[in-house]
């Protein structure tokens, strides 16, 4: 690229970033805020990346994990991070994370088409060869997010350094791109990244691995979509004496935009599409109500500004329809499971973390994962390794050390911690009993258990787990 197209190249770019602030500067308020209600913390994060000519700048992105996350586990984000936020997910999903790079594009730290920004730390194990992608200015979109995007699903499910993986085995390839990219890059190039960029985006939203994994949970949404529906237009029949004309009907499609953009949003937060339906407790309820109250009440303001004069007894009676709705069809669903099931009475499950992620650990999840009589329900794995942070076992995820007990239980409601001691150091089992103590958390202290589940027999190991020892 000449100078004479380098120096177009940024007026195009800090004009575009000027009109994409000022256009999207609600949408950033917006997303400025339910970053910073979701979880403790600044609403951007920043970090270094490396810049054109060798030398490192501040990129700025949504802030979508905790506090604190990248001194508790590898630099790279892995599959089902435990430190990405409830809003995170959703932010990174979407890619509204990236929104802020308009501010850095805006400075001239980047362009909206180049080799997508490195951490300096990678850009140490680059050839001299691969350095020259270096000479050119980093990009919001570029070759990798239209030709390699997705580089977390290349990971393995057991992959236990994925910083080793990632220089090994995906940052060459991504290099390479970059490197022609840079030799051949024009300003039609740049156009056909642009609109390819735009295009992939839009694609990744909508994966076939991704809908298939979830298939489940896209059929639980879409039936609370169709309550959603089915709720609101039932509040404006009985508040209207089930007579609605023409401009009532228009009305209420009106309204139904709101409702449709509005409430499965919130409904994802809550985390209603992450819990199980074979079991339904006080938790559970507990967050059907506050999704559908925080839902009802934006709805309520959105309309407020663009609908005039609609009925507040409309929303008053589908807040009321949809939680009997919404909760009714998930204890029938959650009946039904929990019948077919177990085929008899049972008492209600305890939802427990089990400690310890080898052996012992794996045995202890295979155990009551595979039992069908057992009243103890995995939701969770600690493990003093961070590099096993993320990781699926069983389809249970490490969600972290002792430090993260705390947290674990309170957003999944453990009841008890299961202690593999056949994987633990007793120092480790020191920390986690501790913290067990001050959370008044009940635990049970868990031998090796490979004689017991070598027989087979069924509620052997349940009994085994009741007569460990344990405290409250």
Same mark, same amino acid.
């Given at each position: ?12 770019d ?8 000022s256009?999207?500067?609600p ?15 600044p ?6 990346? /490396?810049a054109? @000519? ?5 990129? &700025? #992105?949504?802030r979508?994990?905790?506090v604190?996350? %990248? !001194? ?11 430190r990405?936020?409830?809003?995170g ?32 730390y990678f ?15 980093p990009?919001?979109i ?25 220089i ?23 156009v056909?990244?642009?609109? /390819?960029?735009v @295009?992939?985006?839009l694609?990744?939203? &909508? #994966? ?7 298939? %489940? !949970? ?13 709720s ?21 499609g ?5 409702v ?7 409904f ?7 819990r ?25 303001a ?32 959650s ?21 310890g992620?080898?052996?012992?650990g794996?045995?202890i ?22 590099h ?8 249970v ?17 453990v009841e008890m ?15 986690i009993?501790?913290?067990?103590d001050?959370l ?8 090796a ?24």
């Amino acid at each position: 690229m000449t100078r004479g197209q380098a120096a177009t190249k940024r007026a195009l770019d800090f004009t575009a970033a000027l009109v994409g602030i000022s256009v999207l500067s609600p949408l950033f308020l917006l997303l400025a805020a339910l970053v910073k209600l979701d979880s403790h913390g600044p609403v951007f994060f920043r970090q270094e990346r /490396a810049a054109a @000519g060798g030398g490192t700048f501040r990129i &700025f #992105k949504f802030r979508t994990m905790v506090v604190g996350a %990248y !001194r508790s586990g590898a630099r790279l984000t892995v599959r089902r991070d435990p430190r990405i936020t409830k809003v995170g997910h959703i932010l990174r999903w979407t890619k509204l994370d990236e929104l802020p790079q308009l501010f850095n594009v805006l400075w001239g730290d980047m362009s909206f088409v180049g080799p997508r920004p490195e951490d300096p730390y990678f850009t140490n194990f680059y050839t001299p060869e691969q350095r020259e992608v270096l000479t050119a200015k980093p990009g919001v979109i570029g070759p990798s997010q239209v030709e390699g995007r997705d580089e977390i699903e290349k990971y393995p499910e057991d992959c236990e350094n994925v910083e080793d993986f990632y220089i090994r085995h995906i940052l060459p390839p991504k290099l390479q791109r970059d490197l022609h990219y840079v030799r051949h890059a024009t300003p039609a190039s740049d156009v056909r990244y642009l609109v /390819a960029g735009v @295009g992939a985006l839009l694609a990744s939203q &909508f #994966k076939s691995e991704f809908i298939a994994r979830n298939s %489940y !949970r896209l059929a639980a949404l879409a039936a609370d979509m169709v309550l959603m529906v089915v709720s609101y237009v039932g509040a404006n029949l009985i508040k209207f004496d089930w007579r609605l004309g023409p401009d009532e009907w228009t009305y209420i499609g009106k309204a139904l935009i709101w409702v449709l953009a509005v409430k499965p949003v919130i409904f994802i937060y809550y985390g209603l599409y992450q819990r199980t339906t074979q079991w339904l407790g006080r938790r559970d309820m507990a967050a059907i109500v506050k999704a559908v109250s925080i839902s009802s009440a934006l709805v309520v303001a959105g309309t407020y500004f663009s609908l005039q004069h609609h009925s507040r007894a409309v929303f008053l009676i589908d807040w009321i329809v949809l939680l009997f709705l919404v909760g009714g069809a998930r204890y029938i669903v959650s009946s039904v499971l929990s019948g077919a099931a177990r085929g008899e009475e049972r008492g209600p499950f305890v939802k427990v973390l089990v400690a310890g992620s080898s052996h012992g650990g794996e045995a202890i999840l295979r155990s009551l994962l595979e039992d069908p009589r057992s009243r103890f329900m995995p939701v969770g794995i600690i493990d003093h390794e961070p590099h096993r942070w993320g990781a699926l076992i069983h389809g249970v995820r490490v969600m972290g050390g002792a430090t993260d007990i705390a947290m674990a239980a309170s957003t999944h409601g453990v009841e008890m911690v299961l202690v593999s001691l056949a994987d633990l150091d007793p120092v480790v089992v020191r920390e986690i009993v501790e913290a067990c103590d001050k959370l008044a958390l009940e635990y049970r202290l868990v031998p090796a258990l490979s004689d017991v589940l070598a027989q087979r027999v069924s509620g052997q190991f349940e009994k085994i787990i009741l007569s460990s020892q344990a405290r409250i």
